[in-house]
C-alpha cells in the first residue's frame, strides 16, 4: 500500500502529463541513458520500463521516434566513465541517467548535451551538479530521491524493531558511490545523537562483502548504503546479517524484497514519471538550466517478516500498521 504523497515542488505544471499523454512526438529523436546498474533485474520491476512506458504516454515510440541507446555498469562504478563516454560520443539530444554518481560522469563527459537525473541521494549543489536547485544553470536536472538524509528515522526505527535502541552499529558503504562521504557523515551524527558507537566497513567490490562482515562481527545493527553494487550484493548480505543475527536497514525497498529486514526511503516511481516530462520538455526544446530540480516528499517503509525470523527479532504490531509494504 502506497500511502504519502509526491509533492513535485516547482514543477509549475502539474496537469502536463495528462495534457500530452496520447500526443504524437513530432520528430525523431536520440536519447542516452545510463545506468550503474544491471540492464534487467529478473521478477523485479523496472524503473526504466517506468521511464519507457511513460514516455511512451507523452508520444514518443522507442525505436520509431525515439532511439534509445543504454548503457549499464552492473555495480562496476569504475565503468562509469567509459560508458558515459561512449553515450556521448553518439552525441543524443538528452541523457538519462539513474543518481549522482552517473550524473557525474556524465556531466565530466559533456558540458552541452541536456542530462536528467532520476534519483539524487543528496545535495546536487554541493556535489557540483547544478548552480542551485531552482535554477540549474548548467547542462543538468533532475529529480531528488528525498529532500533530506534519513538515517535519523532510519535508527529510530531500528529501535522499534529491536525494543531498545542500538549501541554498536556497523555501517556498510560503497566509497566509489559520489554519495558516500555525505551519507557516511550523517550516519555518525544520527548515532552520536543516539548516544551509539558506530564502525564503517567499505566494500568496493563484491570480494569485499565477507571481510566486511568480520569486521562488523561485534556489532548490534547494521546500516547498509543505497549502491548498485551493494543491491546486486543484496541476498548475500541478507544471508550475511541472518548468520550474525544482525537486524539491517537499508534506504530503499530493492534489498528488503530479496530478503533484507527492513528499509525506509523513497518511493522512487513518480521520479521517473517525471522524468519521462522532463525529458519530453527538452525534445521540445526546453533547456535544463531553465527545469528546477525536483525534491522527492514520497517516502515508504517496506518490511519483511521473513527475514525478521531468520535474524530472530520480532517486528512489532505497531510498526507492521504503519508500513507501506509487508513482505511475509
Not at 524503473?47 to 525505436?63: D, N
Not at 535508527?155 to 531498545?164: P, T, Y
Given at each position: 500500500?502506497?500511502?504519502?504523497?509526491?509533492?513535485?515542488?516547482?514543477?509549475?505544471?502539474?496537469?502536463?502529463?495528462?495534457?500530452?499523454?496520447?500526443?504524437?512526438?513530432?520528430?525523431?529523436?536520440?536519447?542516452?541513458?545510463?545506468?550503474?546498474?544491471?540492464?534487467?533485474?529478473?521478477?523485479?520491476?523496472?524503473?526504466?520500463?517506468?521511464?519507457?512506458?511513460?514516455?511512451?504516454?507523452?508520444?514518443?515510440?522507442?525505436?520509431?521516434?525515439?532511439?534509445l541507446d543504454e548503457r549499464h555498469a552492473g555495480g562496476d562504478t569504475a565503468s562509469l566513465p567509459r560508458l558515459a563516454a561512449e553515450l556521448v560520443a553518439k552525441r543524443p539530444d538528452v541523457i538519462g541517467a539513474t543518481g549522482g554518481t552517473e550524473a557525474k560522469a556524465l556531466q565530466d563527459a559533456t558540458r552541452d548535451i541536456p542530462i536528467v537525473f532520476m534519483q539524487m541521494a543528496w545535495d546536487p549543489v554541493a556535489a557540483g551538479l547544478v548552480q542551485s536547485i531552482t535554477r540549474p544553470g548548467g547542462n543538468l536536472t533532475g529529480f531528488l530521491q528525498s529532500p533530506e538524509l534519513l538515517?535519523?528515522?532510519?535508527?529510530?526505527?531500528?529501535?522499534?524493531?529491536?525494543?531498545?535502541?542500538?549501541?554498536?552499529?556497523?555501517?556498510?558503504?560503497?566509497?566509489?558511490?559520489?554519495?558516500?562521504?555525505?551519507?557516511?557523515?550523517?550516519?555518525?551524527?544520527?548515532?552520536?545523537?543516539?548516544?551509539?558507537?558506530?564502525?564503517?566497513?567499505?566494500?568496493?567490490?563484491?570480494?569485499?562483502?565477507?571481510?566486511?562482515?568480520?569486521?562488523?562481527?561485534?556489532?548490534?545493527?547494521?546500516?547498509?548504503?543505497?549502491?548498485?553494487?551493494?543491491?546486486?550484493l543484496s541476498s548475500r548480505i541478507a544471508e550475511l546479517a541472518a548468520q550474525n543475527r544482525l537486524p539491517a536497514i537499508y534506504e530503499q525497498r530493492v534489498p528488503v524484497v530479496l530478503g533484507g529486514l527492513m528499509s525506509y526511503g523513497a518511493e522512487l516511481t513518480e521520479n521517473y514519471r517525471q522524468g519521462a516530462v522532463y525529458i519530453d520538455r527538452i525534445l521540445r526544446g526546453a533547456h535544463p538550466r531553465d527545469l528546477p530540480v525536483v525534491q522527492g516528499h514520497r517516502l515508504e517503509l517496506v518490511l519483511n517478516t521473513t527475514a525478521a525470523q531468520a535474524i530472530g527479532v520480532t517486528i512489532p504490531a505497531s510498526l507492521i500498521a504503519r508500513a507501506d509494504e509487508v513482505i511475509e
Open positions: 500500500m502506497r500511502r504519502r504523497a509526491f509533492i513535485a515542488a516547482a514543477l509549475g505544471a502539474a496537469n502536463l502529463v495528462a495534457g500530452r499523454a496520447g500526443a504524437q512526438a513530432v520528430r525523431r529523436a536520440r536519447m542516452g541513458w545510463l545506468s550503474g546498474g544491471p540492464g534487467n533485474r529478473a521478477g523485479m520491476e523496472s524503473p526504466l520500463g517506468t521511464l519507457k512506458e511513460s514516455l511512451h504516454a507523452l508520444g514518443w515510440r522507442i525505436g520509431e521516434t525515439l532511439e538515517w535519523g528515522k532510519r535508527l529510530d526505527l531500528l529501535r522499534e524493531v529491536m525494543g531498545h535502541p542500538p549501541r554498536r552499529l556497523g555501517f556498510i558503504g560503497n566509497p566509489g558511490n559520489t554519495s558516500f562521504a555525505a551519507q557516511w557523515r550523517n550516519a555518525e551524527a544520527e548515532a552520536a545523537r543516539i548516544g551509539a558507537e558506530i564502525k564503517r566497513a567499505d566494500v568496493g567490490a563484491a570480494g569485499e562483502l565477507d571481510g566486511a562482515f568480520r569486521d562488523l562481527a561485534d556489532r548490534d545493527a547494521l546500516l547498509v548504503q543505497w549502491d548498485f553494487l551493494l543491491v546486486g
